[in-house]
């Protein structure tokens, strides 16, 4: 009669911990407002590295921000009143929208420098409290000094084609659209 070798429970429990420790994105520090107040009242920046950051994320927030062929669909993925005109028309001339832009974040100062690019943030109709980067990218609730995960700190890409009704992050139908 054979018998059966057993594994004890606490290394099952330790090799499952360190093999999801593993998976896990590793995470870097940020800042991240909801507005440039919020920021001005926070002690860790400056005033000028708090009006600068905003002013890149603003300057970001068209160029980036998921794009829509129709307010509906903006308002569908964004929520009553978290759509606006973008400055951008698509090839026939029709208006595009974008969600608002609802925070930014921006990196910690290292030796002088930024560790990361400020962008603008976002808020979908199906989670509003999580914090998004342009590219659907999670970066969490919190605000002020926080951790989020590296690839959430990449520059956001140049949305030039709108989504009709595809989800925020996912991809529909796609239309070319040209700044004007």
């Not at 342009?134 to 919190?142: E, K, L, P, Q, Y």
């Amino acid at each position: 009669m054979k018998r059966w070798k057993s594994i004890p429970i606490v290394m099952l429990t330790s090799v499952s911990l360190t093999a999801l420790t593993a998976c896990e994105e590793p995470q870097v520090d940020a800042l991240v407002f909801e507005n440039l107040a919020q920021c001005l009242d926070d002690t860790t920046m400056s005033r000028d590295e708090c009006e600068a950051n905003y002013k890149e994320a603003r300057a970001q927030h068209a160029a980036v921000a998921p794009k829509y062929a129709s307010k509906a669909d903006c308002l569908a993925d964004f929520g009553a009143g978290q759509c606006e005109e973008a400055p951008y028309k698509t090839q026939s001339g029709g208006s595009v929208f974008m969600p608002l832009m609802m925070g930014y974040m921006m990196g910690s100062m290292i030796g002088g420098r930024r560790s990361m690019v400020s962008q603008p943030l976002y808020r979908s109709n199906k989670s509003p409290g999580i914090f998004r980067t342009a590219d659907s990218r999670n970066v969490g609730t919190a605000t002020g000094r926080t951790q989020v995960a590296k690839s959430a700190t990449s520059r956001p890409s140049f949305k030039s084609s709108t989504t009709s009704r595809g989800g925020f992050g996912a991809s529909g139908r796609r239309f070319g659209s040209s700044a004007t």
